[in-house]
């Protein structure tokens, strides 16, 4: 069921979402101080690209300085938007039967674009 859910997803727009987000992380890359936020975009954009049976944990490290300065300054610089568009599709999908399962993902994703660093996407 997970396969179908991901091969759905992919040709419904998950495969430009998550060439979105593998650009921008190794735009982000480019730049020393932008490191930190390529790899957690890359880490998304992996997610965006087969969310179907995986799940977002978040680690007891979470709460370190580092991780909470990081995930301000990732809010700050657009994190917000992109976990409000996650939200937007999350809810527009679940207005019908068959898009409950891709909402539940966007929510996920909200979840996940709005504080990344701490968290780890693992398989179910």
């Known amino acids: 069921m997970n396969a179908i859910?991901?091969?759905l997803w992919l040709l419904f727009g998950g495969f430009f979402s998550a060439i979105g987000y593998?650009?921008?992380?190794?735009?982000?890359?480019?730049?020393?101080?932008?490191?930190?936020?390529?790899i957690q975009c890359i880490k998304?954009?992996?997610f965006v690209l087969w969310p179907f049976g995986k799940k977002i944990i978040t680690?007891?490290?979470?709460n370190g300085c580092l991780y909470v300065l990081f995930n301000i300054l990732?809010?700050?610089?657009?994190?917000?938007?992109t976990a409000l568009v996650h939200v937007f599709f999350g809810i527009l999908l679940s207005l019908t039967?068959?898009?409950?399962?891709?909402?539940?993902?966007?929510f996920k994703l909200a979840s996940?674009?709005?504080?990344?660093?701490?968290?780890?996407?693992?398989?179910?």
Do not use: M
């Open 74 to 81: 990732w809010i700050l610089t657009g994190g917000w938007y």
């Open 112 to 124: 996940l674009s709005l504080t990344p660093f701490g968290k780890d996407v693992v398989h179910r």
């Open 44 to 46: 998304i954009g992996g």
């Open 59 to 62: 680690h007891e490290r979470a």
């Open 97 to 106: 039967i068959i898009g409950i399962p891709f909402g539940r993902q966007h």
């Open 5 to 7: 859910g991901n091969l």
């Open 22 to 38: 593998f650009i921008t992380g190794l735009l982000f890359c480019f730049t020393v101080i932008g490191i930190p936020f390529g």
